[in-house]
Antibody
Framework: EVQLVESGGGLVQPGGSLRLSCATS????????MTWVRQVPGKGLEWLAN????????YYMDSVKGRFTISRDNAKNSVYLQMNSLRVEDTAVYYC??????WGQGTLLTVSS | QTVVTQEPSLTVSPGGTVTLTCASS?????????PSWFQQKPGQGPTSLIH???NKYSWTPARFSGSLLGGKAALTLSGVQPEDEAEYYC?????????FGGGTKLTVL
């Protein structure tokens, strides 16, 4: 059974940093692109970044480029999102997604003073 | 970055048929955009319905189908059920970054 479990969300002050993790199981992790998506409460889905199977290629949404970094550890079957210079508007539920098929349950990040 | 546009809301009667569309500001949507469709019910996370224009998953109900229609990606629901009331999102491959549409709120009434 494919499973994705995000962790690492919480309360952070503006300007702070946080790293989200997504632990996966049930499939050959290194065979798949992985994606991070977020959703501000009450708003739509927003694609943030993705990374290929061996970690050599990644893409970002313009508004997070330079602040967010996606990475993966294929030995740990996990993908990460390092978020720096956090802003109030980064408050959202963050989901990881395998390619475009399986989703995690999401982790809530609140950026507030 | 490309802007992806969906109908903000649609209403359909139970048993009816409805088509949701997904347009790109960059021009006609083709299979090269790898259109995907997702459903999200209130209080729940998203679930995947369609990938690569028209391919269903094992869990996708048969009444859902994906296609290209008039330069847009399209999601058609035939024989709509009350449980299909949800928000629907499309996702397009913008040649590197991907972009979600703003979502369509489907009401079954």
């Amino acid at each position: 059974e494919v499973q994705l479990v995000e962790s690492g969300g919480g309360l952070v002050q503006p300007g702070g940093s946080l790293r989200l993790s997504c632990a996966t199981s049930g499939f050959t992790f290194s065979d798949f692109w992985m994606t991070w998506v977020r959703q501000v409460p009450g708003k739509g889905l927003e694609w943030l970044a993705n990374i290929n199977g061996d970690g050599s290629v990644n893409y970002y949404m313009d508004s997070v480029k330079g602040r967010f970094t996606i990475s993966r550890d294929n030995a740990k079957n996990s993908v990460y999102l390092q978020m720096n210079s956090l802003r109030v508007e980064d408050t959202a539920v963050y989901y990881c997604m395998r390619n475009v098929d399986y989703w995690g349950q999401g982790t809530l990040l609140t950026v507030s003073s | 970055q490309t802007v992806v546009t969906q109908e903000p809301s649609l209403t359909v009667s139970p048993g009816g048929t409805v088509t949701l569309t997904c347009a790109s500001s960059a021009g006609a949507v083709t299979s090269d955009y790898h259109p995907s469709w997702f459903q999200q019910k209130p209080g729940q996370g998203p679930t995947s319905l369609i990938h690569y224009t028209s391919n269903k998953y094992s869990w996708t109900p048969a009444r859902f189908s994906g296609s290209l229609l008039g330069g847009k990606a399209a999601l058609t629901l035939s024989g709509v059920q009350p449980e299909d009331e949800a928000e629907y999102y499309c996702l397009l491959d913008d040649g590197g970054p991907w972009v979600f549409g703003g979502g369509t709120k489907l009401t079954v009434l």
